[in-house]
């Protein structure tokens, strides 16, 4: 089993549709998680840190579930220029420096 | 400010041969990653600087790959006696002190090997 797995997509919605990505991660030891966004042909740029509690940016929510071992981002009124790939990221365990990224989830959001 | 810069942004060159890579980080920014992304694959870790700490090297994939961080700042990955499945976009992150996980990264080099 993959330490980070996201459904590949692509996920098509039309503009305004909100949309939702899974991410499972499968070390319990893993502390920190984030959602990255990375443009075709481009690096990738961090979008948000996921908490506990969930945090919300804008349009933009991350979730987390310990106890199924799995984070979410939930994007509202989705734009045009929310098409990229969405990353997860998790630490491989607590106070390490080292993240599993994974292979990402594809977003296009269709005029 | 100046982002992560790397430096060829596309190298081509024949199976066999050996090829640098440079990195040049964030200014203050004390940790590197070095990365690699195959097509349709996530990123794959291959090392990690941290200020004048012993470098992990536990991704790199061979000793054919090797980095260097001199004076705390600029970085080169070097392949040696490339292969085929050398190639890839190889990415390299800077981040600061105390905020790891936000990791600022570079355009990536991308490197194909014929």
């Known amino acids: 089993r993959k330490e980070v797995e996201q459904d590949p997509g692509p996920f098509n919605v039309p503009e305004g549709a909100t949309v939702a990505f899974n991410c499972t991660y499968s070390?319990?030891?893993?502390?920190?998680f984030f959602w990255y966004r990375q443009d075709c042909r481009k690096e990738p740029k961090l979008l948000m840190s996921?908490?506990?509690s969930g945090n919300e940016d804008g349009r933009f929510t991350a979730q987390l579930n310990r106890a199924s071992q799995y984070i979410s981002l939930l994007i509202r009124d989705s734009k045009l220029s929310d098409s990229a790939t969405y990353l997860c990221?998790?630490?491989?365990?607590?106070?390490?420096?080292?993240?599993?990224f994974g292979t990402g989830t594809r977003l296009k959001v269709l005029a | 400010g100046a982002g992560v810069s790397q430096s060829p942004s596309n190298k081509v060159t024949e199976k066999g041969k050996d090829v640098e890579l440079r990195c040049d980080p964030i200014s203050g920014h004390t940790a590197l990653y070095w990365y690699r992304q195959s097509l349709g694959q996530g990123l794959e870790f291959l090392i990690y600087f941290q200020g004048n700490s012993a470098p992990d090297k536990s991704g790199l994939p061979s000793d054919r790959f090797s980095a260097e961080r001199t004076g705390g700042s600029v970085s080169t990955l070097t392949i040696q006696r490339t292969q085929q499945e050398d190639s890839a976009v190889y990415l390299c992150?800077?981040?600061?002190?105390?905020?790891?996980?936000?990791?600022?990264f570079g355009p990536g080099t991308r490197l194909t090997v014929t």
């Open positions: 070390n319990s030891a893993s502390q920190s």
């Open positions: 990221v998790v630490n491989k365990a607590s106070g390490t420096y080292k993240y599993i």
């Open positions: 992150a800077s981040s600061h002190p105390g905020r790891a996980y936000e990791q600022y």
């Open positions: 996921v908490y506990s």
